[in-house]
């Protein structure tokens, strides 16, 4: 597994960080996600606090981490129920 050594600048710090190359790319548009979040936070509120701002993206990237679960697990349990109905047509043919 080879890796990378490279920077990613989040706000105005760099952060050194060693990455797998075929995550190299991942890596970088995570970070370029977060500094736009950080534009916006400061456009649409005023603030110039970079640890509020960056409290507010944390918050924001959980609260979606928390949404994209939940429509994952409702996506699981309405395909498993159709599995199970799939089974049951299934049973009754053979």
Same mark, same amino acid.
């Given at each position: 597994?080879?890796?990378? /050594?490279?920077?990613? *600048? @989040?706000?105005?710090?760099?952060?050194?960080?060693? $990455? *797998?190359? !075929?995550?190299?790319?991942? @890596?970088?548009?995570?970070?370029?996600l @977060?500094?736009?979040?950080?534009?916006?936070? *400061? /456009? !649409?509120?005023?603030?110039?606090?970079?640890?509020?701002?960056? #409290?507010? $993206?944390?918050f924001?990237?959980?609260?979606?981490s928390?949404?994209?679960?939940? $429509? *994952? #697990?409702?996506?699981?349990?309405?395909?498993r129920?159709?599995? #199970?109905?799939i089974? #049951?047509?299934?049973?009754? $043919?053979?």
């Amino acid at each position: 597994m080879e890796t990378l /050594a490279i920077r990613v *600048k @989040i706000g105005d710090r760099e952060y050194p960080m060693r $990455v *797998k190359m !075929e995550d190299e790319g991942k @890596i970088r548009h995570a970070g370029k996600l @977060i500094n736009e979040k950080l534009r916006k936070y *400061k /456009a !649409e509120f005023g603030l110039d606090d970079n640890q509020d701002l960056l #409290a507010m $993206v944390a918050f924001d990237c959980m609260v979606e981490s928390l949404e994209t679960n939940e $429509v *994952k #697990a409702e996506d699981s349990e309405h395909i498993r129920a159709s599995l #199970a109905n799939i089974n #049951a047509l299934l049973s009754k $043919v053979v």
